[in-house]
């Protein structure tokens, strides 16, 4: 059965601004990306326990997804993939995530 990928309005927010990101560099860039992000999506469907945890964030799983670091939560009992960021590799992830979640 396959898993229901649900993309939580930050990492929806996230996905376009990396594409809005990436369209200052060559027309096909952000085409390439949405193709990545897309499969990884479809992956996630298949089988989200194929990422590692996030050494960075252990309470998530993380998908590269180009330069980008997906992460997600699986809920299990929902049968369910919650997409909860979409960040720059290169970015304090950490600081990042700590920050979503005093906001919180």
């Known amino acids: 059965m396959r898993w229901s990928v649900v993309v939580l309005p930050r990492a ?3 996905y376009y601004l990396a594409i809005d990101y990436l ?3 060559y027309p096909g860039t952000p085409v ?3 193709q990545k ?3 990884t999506l479809l992956q996630l469907q298949d089988n989200p326990f194929g990422w590692s945890v996030c050494y960075a964030c252990p309470d998530y799983r ?3 997804v180009g ?3 997906l992460l997600y939560k699986i809920v ?3 049968h369910e993939v919650h997409i909860h960021r979409l960040l720059r590799g ?3 992830i950490p600081r990042i995530m700590r920050e979503d979640e005093s906001e919180s």
Do not use: L, Q, V
């Open 37 to 39: 992000y897309a499969r």
């Open 76 to 78: 299990e009992e929902r």
């Open 62 to 64: 993380r998908a590269i």
């Open 90 to 92: 290169s970015w304090d």
């Open 12 to 14: 929806r927010r996230d």
């Open 67 to 69: 330069k980008y670091t």
């Open 32 to 34: 390439r990306f949405h």
């Open 23 to 25: 369209s200052d560099f």
